[in-house]
Each structure stands twice: as structure tokens, then as C-alpha cells.
């Protein structure tokens, strides 16, 4: 397989994929914060019930992201049917209803800090080729932890609808790492401030370059 094909291989992948308190506060706390101040830190009100977010730790530790209480693990069987490629992502964490889905995956492509935003354009590019639905929301470039975090949101349609994308690149361990969070586009204006947070949450510690990883 040529290095195109390879590049191509992976970006149907990733269009499969598309489809600081860490003790929650009580419901009373929590009402006593004024909704404009209320953060992944204080707990969101989303469609009437408190969601609460805890720090997390990926990659042999390397990644701490807030992520909600209530996530959990997609089982691999519901995993297998969601994202049928061989090459599903590394972690798929979910809700009790599967709808609301966030994904990672620390790809084999080498990148540098600086390469994020290139790295974004190019296969959203493609993305967008292979699928004219795709809508593009908004995109930029923000520093997290010391790295450049390129993200795009977007839309996409599906069978019983559209689906809402927050999906972004950054540079762990001298590669690639990819993250993805999606809802259905009816949900957006509920999630929205909980993905935009959640990815600025993240922190990252890199392994020494002279100490091999255990990835």
C-alpha cells in the first residue's frame, strides 16, 4: 500500500468515527451559581438534569481531560456496530444512550506542535470531498497545555438526522492525537459549552524522548 492509499485508508476512518474542584457540588451549590458562571468545574444543566465532569487519565497518563461522571466505556459489541472499520478508535467513551460519544485516537503519523492547523485543513479537505453534507461551523487554533489545539465543528448527515462534530488534532509524543466529541445536532445547544470546555481541559504530560514508551 502506497503512502496515498495509506492517507486515504485513514481518512474513511475517520469519517466512520463522525457519524478545577473534582468533588461535584450538591444540586443546592450548584443552583447558587449564576448560569453565565457555571463551567464543566461547577457542573452544567443540560436538558434539566446536572450533568458533573471529573479529570480522567489516557495514554498511559499522558492525557487528563474532564470527562462526565456518566460516561462510561462503549462495550465493543455496540462499539463494533457504531464504527464497523477494524481501525475504530482507541477509546470511545459514551452515555447510557450511546447518542453522546466522545472519541480519541493517538495516530501513527508523526506531526510536530506547529503542523495542527495544516493537519486539520488537509483532512477536513478530504472529508469534505468525500462527503459534500459535511457543514462547516466555525474552526480555529487554541493553546492547551502548551499545545496547539487545531478544532473544527461541523455537521454531517445520517440516517435519522444530522449529527454535531467538535473534532480536533494536537501533537502528543511527536504524533498525531485525534479527538472527536458528537451529539445529535438537535442536542448542540446543550452540549456545545460542555465540548469547548472539556477541550480546554485537557493537560498533557510528554514521555522523555530517551525513555520508551509503553504505548
Known amino acids: 500500500m502506497n503512502e496515498k492509499e495509506f492517507f486515504d485508508e485513514k481518512i474513511i476512518e475517520m469519517m466512520n468515527q463522525v457519524e478545577q474542584p473534582t468533588v461535584p457540588m450538591?444540586?443546592?451549590d450548584a443552583e447558587e451559581?449564576?448560569?453565565?458562571?457555571?463551567?464543566?468545574?461547577t457542573?452544567?444543566?443540560?436538558?434539566?438534569?446536572?450533568?458533573?465532569?471529573?479529570?480522567?487519565?489516557?495514554?498511559?497518563e499522558q492525557l487528563s481531560m474532564m470527562i462526565p461522571t456518566t460516561?462510561?466505556?462503549m462495550p465493543l459489541e455496540m462499539a463494533k456496530i457504531k464504527y464497523p472499520s477494524q481501525q475504530?478508535?482507541?477509546?470511545?467513551?459514551?452515555?447510557?444512550?450511546?447518542?453522546?460519544?466522545?472519541?480519541?485516537t493517538h495516530m501513527?503519523?508523526?506531526?510536530?506542535?506547529?503542523?495542527?492547523?495544516?493537519?486539520?485543513?488537509?483532512i477536513m479537505g478530504m472529508m469534505q470531498r468525500l462527503n459534500p453534507g459535511i457543514k462547516t461551523w466555525e474552526s480555529g487554533v487554541e493553546v492547551v497545555s502548551d499545545k496547539n489545539v487545531a478544532y473544527v465543528a461541523f455537521s454531517n448527515p445520517v440516517m435519522d438526522g444530522k449529527l454535531y462534530n467538535l473534532m480536533y488534532f494536537l501533537e502528543l509524543n511527536g504524533r498525531t492525537l485525534m479527538v472527536s466529541f458528537?451529539?445529535?445536532?438537535?442536542?448542540?445547544?446543550y452540549w456545545k459549552k460542555a465540548a469547548f470546555e472539556m477541550?480546554?481541559?485537557?493537560?498533557?504530560?510528554?514521555?522523555n524522548a530517551d525513555e520508551p514508551s509503553t504505548e
Open 71 to 73: 460516561f462510561t466505556n
Open 33 to 41: 451559581v449564576k448560569p453565565e458562571e457555571r463551567t464543566i468545574y
Open 199 to 207: 477541550m480546554q481541559s485537557m493537560k498533557l504530560v510528554e514521555v
Open 108 to 122: 501513527s503519523e508523526a506531526m510536530k506542535n506547529e503542523e495542527s492547523e495544516a493537519v486539520r485543513d488537509q
Open 26 to 28: 450538591d444540586n443546592h
Open 43 to 60: 457542573g452544567l444543566r443540560i436538558k434539566g438534569e446536572w450533568v458533573y465532569f471529573e479529570p480522567r487519565l489516557f495514554f498511559d
Open 88 to 104: 475504530r478508535p482507541e477509546i470511545i467513551l459514551t452515555d447510557d444512550t450511546t447518542a453522546i460519544n466522545l472519541m480519541m
Open 182 to 189: 458528537n451529539c445529535k445536532a438537535t442536542e448542540m445547544k
